[in-house]
């Protein structure tokens, strides 16, 4: 099986950006579709965007779209979330996702995905 690992939280200022890293192990993050969602506290865990397998393929919840972008580095082997022009409502726990068979395409929403990481915090202040 594979296990998901989330990198690059920590407290910025209102404005500022940060880029967050998803990696695997067990299996390779290339051969899967990978999700990114995030929770606020006492909040339902939304997604926020996702990248296809090979790439080809990005999509995004309309709060974050602008100024949050999906990429992956085959090389590395890690998917990443950059997020730009940071607000205090996007602090919350940032998770990774992976999923490889879905029913329907794109995948939006957290049952879609088999695969997750633990979580990264993001905190913006003002």
């Known amino acids: 099986q594979v296990q998901l690992v989330e990198s690059g939280g920590g407290l910025v200022q209102a404005g500022a950006s940060l880029s967050l890293s998803c990696a695997a192990s067990?299996?390779?993050?290339?051969?899967?579709?990978v999700g990114w969602f995030h929770q606020a506290p006492g909040k339902e865990r939304q997604f926020i965007g996702g990248i296809s397998a090979d790439g080809l393929q990005k999509f995004y919840a309309d709060s974050v779209q602008g100024r949050f972008t999906i990429s992956r580095d085959n090389a590395k082997d890690i998917v990443s979330l950059q997020m730009n022009s940071l607000k205090p409502e996007d602090t919350a726990t940032y998770y990774c996702?992976?999923?490889?068979?879905?029913?329907?395409?794109?995948?939006?929403?957290?049952?879609?995905?088999?695969?997750w990481g633990r979580g990264t915090q993001v905190t913006v202040s003002s």
């Open positions: 067990g299996r390779a993050l290339s051969a899967y579709a």
């Open positions: 996702a992976g999923g490889d068979k879905f029913k329907t395409w794109p995948p939006r929403s957290k049952t879609d995905y088999p695969y």
